[in-house]
């Protein structure tokens, strides 16, 4: 099996546009993990997809703007709205490199309900906010439903300058053209394309977290090992694909 590179700014590869976002705000926590750990989280016929034998484990808080169908209009009220997720980092054999999510807490029911009926998709309903002061990002988590109702996040960053050369380990953390999810027998890689990240530099200021740990992932020990922050993109999503048992 051939992987598929790292690239930070591929041309799309799929025709057709499923939905339409932008995502806003975003911080990302990420830890180091052992592959061994993370396999047995992971959608049939995908693997742990590691950088120097490492997996990662991700915490990602951000504001989702606009979201919509094909060419059509963005959802008023509905589609936009906070939302955090634990993310893991895996390749299935055809060597595509994705994301699958162990949880997503945002702050509207009805996507929240969509997104679980039609693509299995561990979406929670929770009661969040993301606060400015300057160059502080906030961003508080309190889980609503199905549970553990009352599992809570917040993490506070400070963000620092662009970054001009991102390194290996923050393209490998951060260009991702696709997740794997498991949805009705099937397990699904949904390919999704924006242009190239703004990446800055961000200095974690305080962190609470339940969140990964109600994921199923062992507690987070030390610092994270990479801490970044992202104005923003637009966001396309294609068609979901089967991936076809070997």
């Known amino acids: 099996m051939q992987i598929e590179p790292v690239d930070p700014a591929p041309a799309s590869t799929f025709p057709r546009t499923l939905l339409r976002q932008r995502w806003a705000d975003l911080t990302f926590l990420h830890w180091a993990v052992d592959p061994e750990l993370v396999a047995p989280l992971l959608p049939a016929g995908t693997r742990p997809d590691t950088l120097d034998g490492t997996a990662h484990v991700g915490l990602i808080g951000f504001r989702m703007v606009g979201v919509g169908f094909g060419r059509g209009p963005a959802v008023p009220y509905l589609g936009t709205f906070w939302e955090t997720n634990v993310r893991l980092y895996s390749v299935d054999h055809t060597g595509r490199r994705a994301v699958v999510f162990r949880s997503l807490d945002a702050s509207r029911l009805i996507p ?132 076809r048992p070997r």
């Open 112 to 243: 929240v309900l969509v997104a679980r009926i039609t693509l299995g998709l561990p979406y929670l309903w929770s009661a969040m906010r993301l606060d400015h002061d300057g160059d502080v990002r906030s961003y508080r988590c309190r889980r609503r439903w199905p549970g553990p109702v009352g599992t809570t996040s917040e993490m506070v960053v400070r963000v620092g300058a662009p970054i001009r050369r991102p390194t290996a380990l923050e393209h490998f953390l951060t260009a991702r053209w696709g997740l794997h999810t498991r949805a009705y027998g099937r397990t699904l890689h949904l390919p999704n394309w924006h242009p190239r990240w703004p990446l800055h530099r961000a200095e974690l200021l305080h962190l609470d977290d339940e969140l990964v740990t109600a994921a199923g992932l062992p507690t987070p020990t030390g610092p994270p090992v990479s801490v970044l922050y992202s104005p923003g993109v637009p966001v396309r999503f294609g068609p979901p694909v089967a991936v």
